[in-house]
């Protein structure tokens, strides 16, 4: 079994610029953690597709969307909003 990855899309890249560094640390571990059992680990963001979830970090100050691609085991980030 591939282990499943991490890629970013330009807009979740882009919103990650700027994040203070405790921020950020905390978004990278929660998305390593995710990748051991991501559909576990993330919650539901759409009713009508399960593979779009959502995941806290940062003691709920940061929030990320992602879309869980189950046929490549690809974890993509879509939208990191943080709110300090």
């Known amino acids: 079994m591939t282990p499943w990855r991490i890629e970013f899309t330009s807009t979740g890249a ?3 610029v700027g994040l203070p560094e405790t921020a950020y640390k905390s978004l990278a571990a929660v998305l390593a953690d995710s990748l051991t ?13 399960p593979a779009w979830r959502w ?3 940062d003691d709920g100050r940061g929030g990320a969307s992602l879309y869980l691609d189950a046929g490549r085991e690809i974890l993509r980030v879509y939208e990191v909003v943080w709110t300090g």
């Open 37 to 49: 059992d991501p559909w576990t680990r993330t919650r539901p963001d759409d009713a009508d597709d």
């Open 14 to 16: 882009a919103h990650t």
């Open 55 to 57: 995941t806290p970090f």
